[in-house]
C-alpha cells in the first residue's frame, strides 16, 4: 500500500490548520477599511466567534493529547516553545473576544479597525506556530515516527477531543466543514458521526450557523 493512503494524523493537522487559516484572512479581510454591511455584522460577529472557540478547542487538544504523546517520541521537540506560543496566542484571543463581547450590529463606522488591529497581530503568531508545529508533528514525521495504528488512534482521540471541546457544536462544527473545500472537506468529514453530516448540519442545526453563511465556502 502507498504510504499516502495509510492514516496520518500529521494530515489532520494541516487539514485544520487550513481552515483556520482560511476563516483568519477571511476574519482579516471582512474587518479591513470600509465598514461590513449591516445585514452581515451580526453573522460577521458569529463567524469570528466561531473562529475564537475552534482556536482554544484546537490548542487544548494538543496541549492535552497531541504534545504529550509526541514528546514520548520526539523527547527533544519543541514542544516548551509550541506551548508557549498557544499562549501568546490565547492573549491575541482574550483581546478578540472583549472586542466580540463589546460591539452591537449595527456598529459605528470605524469601529472594526481595532479587531483588525488584533487580528493582524494574531495572524502573523499564527503563521509561525503553525510552520513551527507543521515541521515537528506534520504528516513527514507522522509517517516517520508513529505507526499507522498510532496515527490512527491519535487522530481518532484528537476528532473526538475536538467535537467534545469545540463548543456550541452547531456552530463550530459547520465553521470547520464549510471553511475547507473540496477533497479537504472530503476528508474532513469522514471523521464526523454520520448522524452530524446528515441530519444536524443541514436540518437541525441550520439556523445556529445560517448567520455565518456569507463567509463561508458554498455548501
Ligand atoms: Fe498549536
Ligand atoms: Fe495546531
Redesign the pocket.
Known amino acids: 500500500m502507498s504510504t499516502d493512503l495509510l492514516p496520518n494524523a500529521g494530515n489532520d493537522l494541516l487539514r485544520i490548520h487550513k481552515a483556520i487559516t482560511r476563516a483568519l484572512d477571511v476574519s482579516l479581510q471582512n474587518s479591513q477599511g470600509t465598514d461590513l454591511a449591516e445585514g452581515h455584522q451580526q453573522g460577521f460577529v458569529t463567524y469570528v466567534r466561531a473562529l475564537t472557540i475552534l482556536l482554544h478547542s484546537?490548542?487544548a487538544g494538543?496541549d492535552e493529547l497531541s504534545f504529550p504523546f509526541w514528546r514520548t517520541r520526539l523527547p527533544a521537540g519543541p514542544f516548551d516553545e509550541?506551548s508557549e506560543?498557544?499562549r501568546q496566542i490565547v492573549l491575541c484571543l482574550n483581546q478578540v473576544e472583549r472586542w466580540l463581547e463589546g460591539v452591537q450590529a449595527p456598529w459605528q463606522a470605524g469601529a472594526q479597525s481595532e479587531l483588525h488591529h488584533t487580528l493582524t497581530d494574531l495572524w502573523t503568531l499564527w503563521q509561525t506556530?503553525?510552520a513551527l508545529?507543521e515541521a515537528t508533528i506534520g504528516p513527514e514525521n507522522s509517517r516517520q515516527y508513529l505507526t499507522p495504528a498510532e496515527n490512527e488512534q491519535l487522530s481518532r482521540q484528537l476528532a473526538e477531543h475536538g467535537q467534545t471541546h469545540a463548543q456550541p457544536s452547531e456552530l463550530v462544527m459547520p465553521f470547520i466543514v464549510y471553511n475547507l473545500s473540496g477533497a479537504d472537506r472530503a476528508e474532513y468529514v469522514k471523521l464526523l458521526p454520520p448522524v452530524m453530516l446528515q441530519q444536524l448540519i443541514p436540518f437541525a442545526w441550520r439556523a445556529a450557523w445560517a448567520p455565518m453563511m456569507p463567509f463561508l465556502l458554498a455548501e
Open positions: 484546537h490548542h494538543e509550541l506560543q498557544h506556530h503553525i508545529e
